[in-house]
Structure formats: C-alpha cells, structure tokens
C-alpha cells in the first residue's frame, strides 16, 4: 500500500506572515515550524510535502532555520530530500535557494568535526 | 539633536524641497527625541506647496500624530511605518508587496521585494543596536523606519536605523571571511588593516556575505536586495553607515556589468540608511531617463 504524503501548506496551517529564526522574533518563526512540523515527520519517518504558496515575505533567516536548522538537529541532508519535499508554483525558485541552505549547513556541520 | 538640551524648534518655513529621504531620515530623528525625551521638539511646516505635499504624501505629519485631519493616502507610495523588535514586521510590510506587484508585474518577485524588506529588518533587530558598542540613552533600540515609491516600473524604498554601523557590528558577526576580503582589498591600495575605514570594511562586510561562506547564513537582507535587482533587469543599492557609503549599480543593457564600490563619506550617518531601486525590464524596453539616486 502506497503512503500518501501527508501536506503541509505555510499559510494556512502555521501562518501566513512567517518570519524570522528565533521565537524572539515573533511566534511564526522557522525554530517552531522546524520543530512543530518538519522533526516530528523526519523521526517518524513520514513523508511531508511543504506548500509555501500563499505564504507572505518568507525571507532567508525563516527558510533557513527551518531547514538548514534539520541539519543541525541532527538529519542529514539524504534523510530530509528523501522525506520532504518543498512545493513552490508560485516561485519555484525557492526550491533551489531552500536546497542551498540543507547543503550549506551540513558544509559547516562537516566542517566542525 | 541631544535630548539634554532644553528643545528643539525646526523650522522649514522656508524650505523649497525635501526629498523623501530626507523626510524619513527627519521623522526618525524626531521619533528618537520625542522617545528619549517627551516634548522636546516642535517646529512648522513649510510655507511652500511642494515639500508640504511631499511630507503629507510620506505619512510626515500622520507618524508623529500631528496636524488637524486626515490627509489621503496615495496609493503609490508606501507611508513612513516603523517598529521594533516586532512580531508583526511582515504585516507592516505587507502594501509593500502590492505595491511591488503593480510595478513589477510579477506576484513572486513582489512577494521576493516583501521578503528581502523583511529580512532587512530582522537583521536590524538582531544586529543594529549591539549594546557591546551602543552608547546608552542616544537611540531607541530595535528601532527602523521604512518608506518607499513607485515610479512607472520603478521602485524605491528607503530603511534607516539609529544603530551602531555595519562596520562596527560585521567584525562581531562575519568573523575571519570578513577580515579576509578586507586585508586583500587593503592590500590592492597598499594598506593594511589599522587604515581600514567605515567603507573598506562595509564593502568588505557585502562581499563576504553574498559569498555565502563563514558563518551559517545570517544577515541576507541586503543580499536578498542586490539578487533582487538582478532578477527584476535594473536597479541600485546605495547603503551610507556612519562613515561609509557603498553603492551597486546594475544597468538595464545585460551586455553590462553591474558596478560596486565604496567610499567615505564626509558627514557620518547616525546610523545605518539603505536606499533601494528596482526596476523591471518589460518586454525587453527599457524606462528611459532615471538616474541612479545615491
């Protein structure tokens, strides 16, 4: 039996202005999504889809600590492309740029050790 | 303006012109007095139509909460709007996405100008008031000012703080890429490090950030602002900290390089002033005539 991919869509089931890292940035913040959504589907094993369509001003500091910061948590970038997948019709560009961020941040992990 | 003085009266009775960064660089400095010490300031509006219009337009008199009624708001111009340390940042930020869309014509790099705002003043917040280097009682901490315009398929936005200074802050959070490009870009001018100025290391501070190496990404903003100009065909960033100012230029014709540099500046910015342009290319014509606005 085929698992369906459960979906995760930003602006309607975690916020529609997500912003910043920290929750000292404010509630919506890519620390809580990072820890509220994308760990608890990586530990068990789930498969996720993100929808970012709708999502308004999503900058680099949210994307990248929400998932560059899986890498810091300890997923490796194999365990998070095989288990989420980011979706973006509205600007598939973020794909690439959230992709970097997985990348880079196990770069600097790999770097540390 | 010292806040220990008795007050301060500014008179712009006969002011002719005032640009618009003049104006939101004037709202923030009275914000500051008036936050630091309540009543400080009082002054009169200029005798001439032109730059009371030009203040009545930016939200002038509307974000200090004075003057008799409500003037209109203009649907090309994005009122001077400040905050802090806020939750709320990308709500307040929000008409400058729609303003960017009627400009630019495309809903994600509208959403993309939204973002990279955003990111600009979350890097504010984080960075700007370093209480290691910000001297007490002299700034409203956390504090930013945004304003912007649209022009035919052009746009201008316009971010100012009270902060310590991209070169005082990039030390602290770039680290050894930073001293890096700094020391190569000294050495082509046959300095060392103890010359370097505001703008050696404010260029340098850019430059190690859209490299993308160091530390993990932080402070994106103005990154986000000169990937921006690349993607939409034209524009300029033009970012004056205390003693420095450095510029990017990116001309429509692509068989053009866009340009960058640094230099000193002869008064010192009391904070950090980011004056943004971008533009579009659509269907490959170009809006004849602007100037870059340094």
């Known amino acids: ?113 | 303006m010292d806040a220990r003085r008795e007050g301060v009266f500014i008179d712009l009775a006969d002011c002719e012109h005032i640009s618009p960064v003049v104006c939101l660089m004037l709202c923030a400095e009275i914000e500051r007095c008036q936050g630091l010490r309540y009543n400080s300031v009082n002054g009169c509006d200029p005798r001439s139509e032109e730059p009371r219009q030009m203040l009545r337009g930016m939200g002038f008199h509307r974000r200090l909460g004075i003057g008799r009624g409500k003037a209109p708001s203009v649907p090309s111009i994005v009122e001077i709007r400040s905050g802090g340390q806020d939750a709320d940042i990308p709500e307040k930020l929000d008409d400058v996405a729609r303003i960017a869309e009627r400009v630019l014509g495309d809903p994600s790099l509208a959403n993309r100008v939204h973002g990279a705002l955003n990111e600009a003043m979350l890097n504010v917040s984080m960075h700007a008031y370093d209480r290691e280097f910000l001297t007490p009682g002299k700034a409203l901490e956390g504090r930013w000012w945004v304003a912007g315009f649209a022009n035919d398929n052009e746009l201008i936005f316009m971010a100012y703080d009270h902060g310590v200074g991209i070169a005082t802050t990039a030390p602290k959070t770039i680290g050894e890429e930073l001293y890096r490009r700094l020391d190569q870009a000294l050495a082509m001018i046959g300095l060392g490090r103890a010359d370097a100025l505001d703008h050696h290391i404010i260029e340098a501070a850019i430059k190690a950030r859209r490299s993308r190496t160091g530390k993990a990404q932080h402070g994106k903003g103005l990154t986000s602002m000169i990937d921006l100009i690349q993607r939409a065909g034209r524009g300029s960033v033009s970012i004056c900290s205390h003693g420095g100012q450095y510029l990017y230029s990116k001309p429509a014709d692509p068989a053009m390089e866009p340009t960058e540099g640094s230099l000193p500046l002869a008064h010192s910015v009391p904070g950090t002033l980011i004056i943004w342009h971008i533009a579009s290319i659509k269907n490959g014509k170009d809006n004849a005539g602007h100037a870059h606005a340094a």
């Open chain 1, 1 to 113: 039996m085929l698992m369906q991919r459960e979906i995760i869509r930003i602006a309607e089931q975690f916020s529609r202005f997500p912003y910043g890292r920290y929750p000292d940035h404010g509630p919506n913040n890519g620390e809580r999504f990072r820890e509220e959504y994308l760990i608890p589907a990586l530990r068990d094993g789930r498969e996720l889809a993100v929808d970012l369509d709708g999502a308004r001003g999503l900058g680099p500091s949210f994307l990248e600590e929400a998932f560059g910061g899986l890498v810091r948590a300890g997923f490796s970038p194999e365990q998070i492309n095989s288990l989420i997948r980011v979706n973006s019709e509205d600007d598939p560009s973020y794909l690439e740029e959230i992709q970097s961020y997985i990348n880079d941040a196990a770069a600097l992990v790999g770097a540390a050790h």
